[in-house]
């Protein structure tokens, strides 16, 4: 029973891209391990930017010094 857990920022992700995220997940766990699509989880967390850092900052000032 896989279980998988993507986290995105609260971006703007529409239902149709999250519904291809989890099909696409479900899909790739069958062909490439044999799970079963009724049992495969797929869970989608949308995370506030002031929520999410990369490098020791925050996304929005990663993003900042990335364009710099």
Do not use: F, H
Not at 12 to 19: I, L, M, S
Not at 21 to 34: F, S
């Amino acid at each position: 029973m896989p279980y998988v857990n993507i986290k995105v920022t609260d971006e703007g992700v529409t239902r149709e891209q999250k519904a291809r995220l989890i099909e696409g997940v479900t899909d790739l766990l069958y062909d490439v391990l044999g799970k079963a699509p009724a049992s495969t989880y797929v869970v989608i967390d949308e995370v506030a930017l002031s929520n999410w850092g990369v490098g020791g900052v925050d996304v929005e000032r990663w993003r900042e010094q990335q364009r710099s």
